[in-house]
């Protein structure tokens, strides 16, 4: 399946309250990509074009996201600027997560 076709998979991001957010847009991105056997290149383009409103933005017009080279770049950047969540709740998740008996750890 083309990349163009999978691609169509990943939601729109708006760096805003409608939608995915950032965390979750990059985690469906990297998915989306691994099954379509995507290279690094192809990760970067389609996430700079999945992006709407603010996060166009940002995307477009940022220095650093112009200077990025890799995804692996872009995913600490968008990150950086986008993710909001307060590390409390983070914090709190992270020990309230229970592995169940038939999951695996990646």
């Known amino acids: 399946m083309s990349a163009l076709m999978l691609a169509d ?3 729109s991001f708006t760096g805003g309250d409608k939608g995915p957010d950032v965390g979750v847009f990059l985690k469906i991105l990297e998915q989306v990509g691994r099954l379509g056997g995507w290279r690094d290149s192809e990760l ?3 996430a700079l ?3 709407i409103g603010a996060a166009h933005d940002f995307a477009w017009w940022d220095d650093g996201v112009a200077a990025a ?3 692996s770049e872009f995913k600490y950047l968008a990150l950086k600027r986008f993710d ?3 590390l409390i709740f983070k914090t709190e998740r992270f020990s309230n997560a229970r592995q ?3 999951e695996e750890v990646r």
């Open 9 to 11: 998979m990943v939601p």
């Open 44 to 46: 970067l383009c389609i």
């Open 49 to 51: 074009c999945k992006m």
């Open 69 to 71: 080279a890799t995804f």
């Open 84 to 86: 909001t969540e307060p």
């Open 100 to 102: 169940e008996a038939d």
